[in-house]
């Protein structure tokens, strides 16, 4: 059991049946129009055919004899173990001074903290350089309680065991890290499958398991933002099966795919603002009781009246191009007791049926994609290659409004129409951790996907794998806050977890006692590494000064990661205002979404500790503080200074100092672009120098730390960057980072270069070789520090700086110069490719409209147009994709050659179109126009004919007059013709000789008269 894989249970005939297939654009409320499936069954033990890990590991042999008696921690380690592989790291890492610089540790756990710690190095690292390791390579030395920092030696490389493959990590190796519970959903074959889970219980992995359990498929992952989906890839890049091709995608981008345009990307907060300035612009008044609560408006609007509206379902309509649901079901649904009354219902529908469809557009740009995208498959417009998945897999599933699963629904549908069975679906999530209004309930999406797809197999996990049980408890007492919330607005009853025990929790509390001291240690901890602030509510406190709020993060954009040690800003104040509401409201019944989502803000917000939490309540009532300890429950008081001094005494290397910034930078550029930004510069700004003992000497992790303000700038400039950052910065310090250098021996080195920077006007910043540096950061310019890539990453950002600004200029450039990136580009540093997925729609759409403007075709001659489509994240058959491309470029070049056109841009034309025609050959029918339009009639006839075209041979001969070649073709009335004239030829070539001067000159006009006849002429006046 290697891979822990028990023998699935005995299934069903291979085939499941349902009816009725056929059922196409509309559904009738109630109808049951279920599809055709095969059993979902894993793949016998032992037959999967298996990839070569990431990161291959050397184990010693040491780490599993020390943790085998240990359950737990040996279970632990085969987590780490697997996080090692995919990822190269784990989620919390330590590093190590002096003597054992290079070595990091990644903590196991214990009876009482983080007691044990795996002690592990990348190749390349100076503890491991001397070793002879493949690239990539991981060693894993050793198991240490954490007041162990003895000096270790790595050793030989014959001392460790290599690991490279999946089944390599055994129970021999570590513990299986599977639960019954998650196996029992990994194995069960049922085609549509739900799994249940609180914060941290193994949702996401047990996801991953049942794709990795199964071959020969095709997937389709879909998940919450760019940074989860790359953490997916990383995992089945390792896991998956060698047979197994995974796609993976954030909502967004897939609302986009399958809407056919690019999907404007928001955040929540910046929807609520478009949104409150749209209000305003209609006058506050409009809204009625909603006027001093837009935020619950909003949130009303959002989840249910847009948001559960379904084209072509019953009780919904299209006003203006907008999909909404019906002023009487509406109101049938939410003017009751139980939603937010009719008055507050009327004046709801008053102000949507005000709001501009455009607004509405711009407010909720995914719902308007997800109503377009529905229509289009309903139509059978399916993205290229969509229709060969095999399997579906929706993580997340919670924030999506059930208008947006609905897409998932019908390309569920549009694939079964073409293949005859349906992808099997898989979806995971947990009810109480929506991050935006979605009125999310397990009860309408369960009657969609039995109404459209089939009734679900529901699934529970129940043991907490991530948060320690004390952390635990505190989400159970955050949970018990639903209760104030109605019965038809909380979410699925909320199960009691069982907490992890492979690690206790620090629960702190801190009482500031004005906001000038909360500035104060909001300041010192902006910079500490492997801890994270939090507002449990959608923005940041008031007191958050202009300058700090991007070291503040929203629950939203806290979203999917994990982190240390989690500080807490002002959850008393959030709980008396949830507890005020429930008390003392007036027509409170009009905050129920929007009281419900501030819970499940508060249970995301809890859930990212993996150790610490810290409750920090600033210049708080008696009762906010109550609350607060209530909720934290036995807390550790500290003042802020025993605060900071807990985190400034973390023994962080350099090396994780910029490692920690990195992960954020990567994580967050989603959901707080501008944070991430911060964290890239900063990393960028550590580096320092490899000689000295407080920079970083690791190249690896310098040419991560490169990398990744990389593919941060690169996504700013695709996006747009974040208020307070400027185009100009983002470009210029991207060219700053190309020539962040690599450890070279001291041997190789020479003097340290000036290095003369391109600042000032935006004409220097086009200029792709002006490159300059901020004071303070790596690098060198004179040639003794090489760049890590070529100057191919100088063109590529010039190139993608021009084409992001407007997005409408031909993206040929860009996407060659992405293209060299990636094949020149070692392991992991190729930035551009995932920055241009959130354009993917509006590159594809640039290279369809350059092969049309033969402008630009003639770029289609010699570019990679198969390699430019997988950039944009093309699914479908790239090859023959390029190829139309290529066909329309010629078409459109060869129709710009006329006889119109100017003879030295004709000849230019011609000659684009003979170059694109070599990439696309062979085309014997396009060649045959080609030479025709040249005016090379036998190499145009033959090519004509080799294409099988004898009606365009018989054209091209007629035209050229040969009807000795023409009548072996034509049949019919147009071979007489041909005949008749063959004969006339044949009569004129026996002419008598000088005949002309014998003929009297009525002879003559007879003559002339009868050819007049045969070129219906009209008659001539008679001669004198």
Sequence with gaps: MARGTRRGRAGDADLLEFADLDDTARPRAGARTLLRFEADRPAPPGALPLRDLRHPLWLHPEVSDRLRAWTHLYRRLGIVLQHLAAHGRTTVVKGCTDGNRGWRRSPLGGAHGMQYYLWWTPQGSRTAQALALPERAILVRAVRHHDDHAPLDAGLVDDYLPLSAPDHLDDDIAGLPWTEAQLDFIEDDRPVRVILGRPGSGKTTVLWRAVEARSGQRVLYLTWSSALTRHAEERFASFAPADVEVTTRDFATFLGETGGADVARQTLAASRERFDAAVTRLGRDMAG?????????????????????????????????????????????????????????????????????????????????????????????????????????????????????????????AIARRRGRAPWLLLAGDAGQTVRPTGFDWGPLNDLLARRVRAPIRFHLEEHLRCPSRIAEVIDRASERYADVVKEVRPTKQRRQVGGQHVDAHLVHVQVADAAGAVRL???????????????????????????????????????????????????????????????????????????????????????????????????????????????????????????????????????????????????????????????????????????????????????????????????????????????????????????????????????????????????????????????????????????????????????????????????????????????????????????????????DGLTAGAADPEQAGAFAGGDVAGWLRLTGYSGDAAARARVLRVRAFDALLKSAGSDTPAAERRKRRAQAEEVLEAIAPDPLRLGRLREAQGRTEEAAAAYDRAGASKEVLRLWRNAGAWERAVELADGEIRDDLRWLLELDALVARRPDQQNRRLRNGERDRLERLLDTVQKRRPRKAGG
């Excluded at 910029?658 to 672009?673: G, K, W």
Aim: proline fraction near 7%; charged fraction near 30%.
């Design 289 to 413: 009781p909603w006027k001093t609560r837009l935020d619950a408006l909003h949130a009303e609007v959002r989840a249910l009246l847009f948001g559960h509206a379904i084209p072509g379902e019953v009780g919904c309509t299209t006003e203006r191009g907008v999909i909404r649901l019906r002023d009487d079901l509406y109101a049938a649904q939410r003017s009751g007791y139980d939603g937010v009354g009719a008055k507050a219902a009327r004046a709801l529908l008053k102000v949507a049926r005000a709001l501009p469809p455009n607004a509405v557009r711009t407010v909720f740009p995914e719902l308007a994609a997800a109503a377009r995208a529905i229509e289009r498959l309903r139509d059978d417009v399916v993205p290229e290659g969509f229709d060969a998945f095999d399997r579906i897999v929706v993580d997340e599933v919670q924030d999506l409004t059930l208008v947006e699963t609905a897409v998932v629904v019908e390309l569920c549908r």
């Design 522 to 844: 909001l300041e010192n901890l902006a910079d500490a590494d492997d801890v994270v602030v939090l507002a449990p509510g959608n923005d940041p406190p008031a007191w958050v000064p202009d300058h700090l709020r991007d070291a503040v993060l929203t629950p939203e954009e806290a979203k999917g990661l994990e982190y240390q040690s989690v500080c807490v800003l002002d959850p008393g104040r959030l709980l008396s205002t949830l507890q005020s509401q429930q008390t003392y409201g007036t027509e409170a019944e009009l905050d129920q979404q929007a009281r419900r989502t501030a819970i499940d803000h508060l249970r995301v917000t809890l859930s990212r500790a993996t150790e610490t939490l810290v409750f920090v309540d600033v210049a708080a009532s008696d009762a906010e503080r109550r609350l607060s300890l209530e909720l934290l429950g036995d807390a550790a008081p500290y003042d802020p200074e025993d605060l900071v001094d807990h985190f400034a005494h973390a023994d962080a290397s350099p090396d994780e100092r910029v490692q920690v910034r990195t992960n954020d930078a990567r994580a967050l550029i989603d959901s707080a672009p501008g944070r991430a930004w911060q964290r890239a510069r900063q990393a960028i700004r550590l580096l320092g120098d490899p000689d000295l003992p407080n920079g970083v000497s690791d190249p690896a992790v310098r040419r991560d730390a490169r990398t990744t303000l990389m593919a941060t700038a690169a996504r700013l400039l695709v996006d747009g960057p974040p208020a307070g950052v400027s185009r100009t910065e983002v470009y210029r310090a991207a060219l700053d980072a190309l020539i962040v250098r690599v450890v070279l021996p001291r041997s190789r080195r020479g003097a340290r270069g000036a290095g003369a920077g391109a600042r000032g006007s935006d004409e220097a910043r086009r200029k792709p070789g002006a490159v300059g540096r901020e004071p303070g950061e790596a690098g060198d310019d004179d040639g003794t520090y090489p760049p890590m890539l070529t100057g191919f990453e100088a063109t590529l950002l010039h190139a993608l700086d021009i084409w992001s600004e407007s997005r409408t200029g031909p993206p040929f450039a860009l996407l060659e110069a992405a293209r060299e990136i990636g094949e020149a580009a070692g392991p992991g540093q190729d930035w551009a490719r995932d920055a241009l997925l959130p354009a993917a729609q509006a590159l594809r």
